[in-house]
């Protein structure tokens, strides 16, 4: 008889190990992730929902031009008037908190995996790891770990969202003409400078394609961590799964894509903005 | 005498991975570099240079691509580390430097110019100028205060706030140029920086780096693969092929006493008339040869060291007699017409 080998047993011991042992850390992750979410959804609370919806579209127009902003308008117009507006502003605060938690773990990594080669090939099948496996897998330390609610719902995410502007970071990095770094070096500039000065700007619009795809990432994630607890869109969805209700379902499902849209169009308009000045050639290549 | 601005005093690079073993095989079996290639894997990039630049002068080094010399220029400030040899710098060896010596020494004392500019495109004209300047720590209001000045030594006031991309590649490269200038170096390197433009540019570029530097003076290591660069610019040329020296001098010398048949190749397109001046041209002075019928007063003049070519152009303008003076303005020579069609035809080589 052959006996299977224990990596799923290995896995559940890790589990129980980090919930024993690393519980301050758990429970900082936890502190912080309420904290930062409960933030974000105050703000989304603290004006009234046409103020918010106008503003987005004239940050859209702004950014993305005159038809993302009627978009925009008209999307969260449709939310606000299926009575989905709550529902949206508590998906965007946790796609918000991943978002922004994902990135803090992100883009120093993706620094440290450009400037050394270790880094790099420590990391680099961690994140295909990360990259491949399929989603639902990560609900499960989540909960075993945090539990249920809005803690395990930003951990799931994360584990998705970090590999893409992790990524991105490094090759943004990589990718920066070696004369500009010789440039540099011939100036007198110290290893710190020639990364804060020349090679972060000259990766920025790579690093920014990281943050549109982490905002994406989080999106589509934060729906799905609906079943360990997460609220808003897609808690709505998995209540109409569960009354088999399609019109609702529909309206949520509507509200999630008029999410996407507006995020990464509004982010590369940004990007692009951000950067005219410096030549469209020079960006082009870097991008 | 004086101590040199710059040395290199055998200066060997071998690229690759067993750079040491080749180097110590080559020292002690003289081998040549496709040997080191079959052997080592390696390839020489530099071999064995040496040679000194005085304070104040321009000297340049020319070859093809390939031949070492973009390597060579980037051991003054030690962009790149010698496999042997020591590279000096006002007589203090660099490659003994700690790193933050190093960098002081790059931003303080050397300025360098790359063929490709390599401007940063994230940073205004006026922040790149300004860019050694910031790194070491120069307050905002002083360092755009500089960079203005080198900004109006290059022609380019009132471009500041532009972005690189928005000025033409001879803007651009002059931007380069007073970048290099910021910090008031005392040597400058210039890595082939007028080769990406058009010929045209090139030319007037060349002129004003030319009258910059009457009004800077600073010691400049210049690289160029165009030998009438070379010839325009510099004090003194080194002419390299496959990283070593093959030979080094005043202009006039590489023209005129070519070192081997390579360099013989090189300078076969020069024209070696603004070398020769009117004494090695003239016939002498002699009453024998009908000089003595000759007034003087109905005479053209010319010095001993004036180059042929403004004797060509007088003599084009007018039918008189040229004659050939010394410094005390007495006559000496006399240019006669089958004199000057032998030195063009000794010239065209």
Redesign the interface.
Same mark, same amino acid.
């Given at each position: 008889m052959i006996t299977k080998i224990p990596i799923g047993g290995a896995a559940e011991q890790l589990v129980a190990f980090v919930g024993t042992y690393l519980k301050p850390l758990v429970i900082t992750f936890i502190w912080i992730t309420l904290s930062l979410n409960g933030a974000f959804f105050w703000l989304f609370q603290s004006l009234p929902a046409p103020a918010w919806i106008i503003g987005v579209a004239i940050v859209a127009w702004r950014f993305a031009g005159p038809g993302i902003a009627i978009f925009g308008l008209l999307g969260l117009g449709l939310l606000w008037n299926q009575g989905l507006w709550g529902a949206t502003a508590q998906t965007l605060s946790l796609v918000l908190t991943g978002t922004l938690m994902s990135l803090v773990v992100a883009i120093p990594l993706g620094i440290a995996m450009a400037e050394s080669r270790v880094v790099n090939s420590v990391m680099a099948p961690i994140l295909d790891f990360l990259q491949t496996m399929p989603r639902f897998v990560y609900l499960i330390p989540a909960v075993a770990i945090l539990g249920l609610d809005v803690a395990p719902a930003v951990f799931a995410t994360m584990t998705l969202a970090v590999p893409p502007p992790t990524r991105l970071t490094a090759v943004g990095i990589g990718q920066v !003409?070696p004369?500009?770094v +010789?440039?540099? +070096?011939? %100036? =007198?500039? $110290?290893r710190w400078?020639i990364l804060a000065?020349?090679k972060l700007?000259?990766a %920025?619009s790579a690093i920014m394609l990281g943050v549109n795809q982490c905002l994406m990432m989080s999106l589509s994630m934060v729906i799905i961590a609906s079943l360990i607890g997460a609220g808003g869109l897609g808690a709505e969805i998995l209540k109409a799964i569960s009354e088999v209700k399609a019109g609702r379902g529909l309206v949520a499902g509507i509200g999630v894509v008029v999410l996407a849209i507006l995020i990464d169009r509004i982010t590369k308009g940004a990007a692009a903005r951000l $950067?005219r000045?410096? =030549?469209? !050639? $020079?960006v082009m290549q870097q991008a | 005498m004086p101590e040199p601005a710059v040395e290199c005093r055998h200066v060997w690079k071998i690229f690759g991975d067993k750079a040491r073993e080749a180097f110590a095989a080559i020292a002690r079996e003289g081998l040549g570099k496709d040997e080191v290639a079959k052997r080592f894997g390696c390839v020489i990039g530099v071999a064995d240079a040496s040679f000194a630049i005085e304070v104040g002068e321009i000297f340049c080094i020319m070859g093809l691509s390939g031949s070492g010399k973009s390597t060579l220029v980037r051991h003054i400030n030690r962009l790149i580390e010698p496999t042997s040899g020591h590279v000096l710098i006002h007589g203090e060896d660099i490659n003994a430097k700690s790193a933050n010596e190093l960098r002081r020494l790059r931003a303080e004392k050397i300025g360098m110019v790359f063929q490709h500019m390599a401007l940063f495109p994230h940073r205004s004209v006026r922040d790149n100028v300004a860019y050694g300047l910031e790194v070491r720590g120069m307050d905002r209001k002083r360092r755009w205060a500089m960079a203005a000045e080198k900004l109006a030594l290059v022609r380019l006031a009132g471009w500041e706030s532009r972005y690189p991309h928005e000025l033409s590649g001879g803007m651009q490269q002059r931007v380069g140029l007073a970048r290099a200038l910021a910090a008031d170096p005392d040597i400058l390197l210039m890595d082939e920086p007028f080769s990406a433009l058009d010929p045209l540019i090139r030319r007037q570029l060349q002129d004003e780096f030319i009258a910059l530097a009457g009004v800077v003076k600073k010691t400049t290591l210049f690289i160029t693969h165009d030998l009438d660069e070379a010839i325009r610019l510099g004090h003194r040329i080194a002419i390299m092929r496959d990283g070593r020296l093959i030979q080094m001098g005043p202009p006039e010398d590489i023209v005129l006493h070519p070192a081997d048949d390579y360099v013989a190749e090189f300078v076969k397109g020069i024209s070696r008339l603004k070398f020769l001046t009117a004494e090695k041209v003239m016939d002498p002075w002699s009453p024998a040869a009908g000089a003595s019928s000759v007034s003087l007063a109905d005479c053209t003049r010319v010095r001993l060291e004036a180059d042929v070519a403004s004797v060509i152009a007088l003599a084009a303008q007018s039918e008189k007699t040229i004659v050939v003076v010394d410094g005390e303005n007495r006559p000496v020579g006399i240019v006669t017409p089958r004199g000057l069609l032998r030195a063009i035809q000794a010239s065209a080589g």
């Open positions: !003409d004369r500009m +010789e440039a540099a +070096e011939a %100036f =007198g500039s $110290t400078q000065k020349i700007p000259l %920025f $950067t000045r410096w =030549g469209r !050639d $020079t | -």
